[in-house]
């Protein structure tokens, strides 16, 4: 499939992780990337397994207003037009909701639900010329109730309620905006969380899907390629679960 031939897409956590699959699976599609992440060194490395030589790499801090303007202004004069948004990039920690400090608290809701916003506010006027597609990821923690994650799960829950908000508001001008939400996942995020001591391994069932197999980051991406294509022209404003029927 070449779903995404001569089309511009930037994707934000391109470093590891889901990112990096989706970024892997868009550029087999034919997709001209701009990838996005903090870290450099994990960025380049993404950039290397890319087949299309067009597509171009760029170290953003993502809750950075003043970067994500600069970032977008490049963008503009470089390629004049964007067709699909994926947001990927977030951090997750784990905490006892009495111990979390604010600090932490902030850290999480800037990078998770302000990052989000501030790359889908400089990308809508862009989006808009042509009728392109965002897909924000989410998780089942936004739709259920995972244990230690009270800072993470309020981010979630901020980015699936804001991408409803923008699908209804621009879905009228041609715009699909959706949410992945997957449930646990094998990436650098999650594989060797820090959990509280005290913690109640009974609620760790609540986390894992049906057949208790944590999935590989490209079954999350093959969704968000699916959501961002025009095969998915009449899907707007869904949280679309990828999680192994957790939440059934």
């Not at 034919?30 to 060194?41: S, W, Y």
């Not at 993470?152 to 699909?176: C, D, P, Q």
């Not at 959706?178 to 913690?199: F, G, L, R, Y």
């Amino acid at each position: 499939m070449q779903r995404f031939k001569n089309k511009i897409v930037v994707v934000t956590g391109a470093g590891s992780g889901i990112g990096r699959s989706t970024a892997l699976r868009l550029d087999a599609e034919g997709a001209k990337l701009l990838i996005v992440d903090i870290n450099e060194d994990q960025l380049e490395s993404t950039q290397s397994m890319l087949k299309n030589k067009e597509s171009s790499s760029h170290v953003v801090d993502i809750a950075s207003q003043e970067k994500i303007e600069r970032f977008f202004q490049d963008l503009l004069n470089t390629h004049k037009k964007l067709d699909a948004l994926i947001n990927v990039a977030g951090v997750l920690r784990f905490d006892n909701s009495h111990e979390v400090e604010l600090d932490n608290w902030n850290k999480i809701l800037d990078i998770n639900l302000t990052g989000t916003f501030f790359m889908c506010r400089y990308a809508l006027p862009l989006l808009l010329e042509s009728k392109g597609a965002i897909v924000n990821v989410s998780s089942t923690a936004a739709i259920g109730a995972h244990a230690w994650t009270a800072a993470y799960s309020a981010s979630k829950g901020g980015i699936s309620a804001f991408s409803k908000t923008l699908a209804v508001e621009y879905g009228m001008r041609g715009l699909n905006i959706n949410c992945v939400c997957p449930a646990s996942i094998e990436t650098p995020m999650s594989s060797n969380p820090h959990m509280p001591k005290d913690i109640d391994t009974r609620l760790l069932k609540k986390i894992m899907p049906l057949d208790g197999v944590n999935r590989s980051p490209d079954d999350i991406a093959s969704t968000i390629a699916f959501l961002a294509s025009e095969d998915a022209i009449h899907i707007n404003g869904i949280d679309l679960r990828v999680d192994g029927g957790l939440l059934t």
